[in-house]
T-cell receptor, first 111, second 117 residues
Framework: SQKIEQNSEALNIQEGKTATLTCNYT??????LQWYRQDPGRGPVFLLL?????KEKRKERLKVTFDTTLKQSLFHITASQPADSATYLC??????????FGPGTRLSVLP | IAGITQAPTSQILAAGRRMTLRCTQD?????MYWYRQDLGLGLRLIHY???????GKGEVPDGYSVSRANTDDFPLTLASAVPSQTSVYFC????????????????FGDGTRLSIL
């Protein structure tokens, strides 16, 4: 069955450093991949979408890569700030079929 | 402010009771979804609706039912609650899926925290 794994459950980094979160998958061939941010007590908020034929996507301090050979997406936050502390979820999509969320990684940016 | 409204925000319920979680959106999105979120398991799709009048089953539909009488409302009903249905429930909506394209980004409500005793 398909499986999605994200980093460890939690990641701590120092303010100003680059945070790198991973999303690995097996038994799945996604055409698209989405990343969401979720704050405690709130619903997820969409951040970025990347297509299988795009190697990289950027939005302000965020960068996402998508390697279909390694079956992996990396989510980078550069110059991280305490306000970036949240849980980040990846979601896989195969043209609307089997849209599946990963379990999430809780990021803490320490001042 | 446009978005998804879920009610109640939290509820404690005795096992065996019937419960309806309400979800209303004002973005005129055709597609709506219900997820449950449990620690370590992430978001799992319960039911979805691609347009008013149609519904479909997701990954974990047993014990739940939905209806979609109009575009804006998508209630989720637990006919006879059991403790394993203790979870945080999220409703979401999105623009309609177009064949051959990506699932559109989903807009989420802030959830209903449900405890079944």
């Amino acid at each position: 069955s398909q499986k999605i794994e994200q980093n460890s459950e939690a990641l701590n980094i120092q303010e100003g450093k680059t945070a790198t979160l991973t999303c690995n998958y097996t038994n799945y061939s996604p055409a698209y991949l989405q990343w969401y941010r979720q704050d405690p007590g709130r619903g997820p908020v969409f951040l970025l979408l990347i297509r299988e034929n795009e190697k990289e996507k950027r939005k302000e301090r965020l960068k996402v890569t998508f390697d279909t050979t390694l079956k992996q997406s990396l989510f980078h936050i550069t110059a991280s700030q305490p306000a970036d502390s949240a849980t980040y979820l990846c979601a896989l999509d195969n043209y609307g079929q089997n849209f599946v969320f990963g379990p999430g990684t809780r990021l803490s940016v320490l001042p | 402010i446009a978005g998804i409204t879920q009610a109640p925000t939290s509820q404690i319920l005795a096992a065996g009771r019937r419960m309806t979680l309400r979800c209303t959106q004002d973005m005129r999105h055709n597609a709506m979804y219900w997820y449950r979120q449990d620690l370590g398991l992430g978001l799992r799709l319960i039911h979805y609706s691609n347009t008013a009048g149609t519904t479909g089953k997701g990954e974990v539909p047993d014990g739940y039912s939905v209806s979609r009488a109009n575009t804006d409302d998508f209630p989720l009903t637990l006919a006879s609650a059991v403790p394993s249905q203790t979870s945080v429930y999220f409703c979401a909506s999105s623009d309609p899926f177009l064949v051959g394209t990506a699932t559109q980004p989903q807009h989420f409500g802030d959830g209903t925290r449900l405890s079944i005793l």
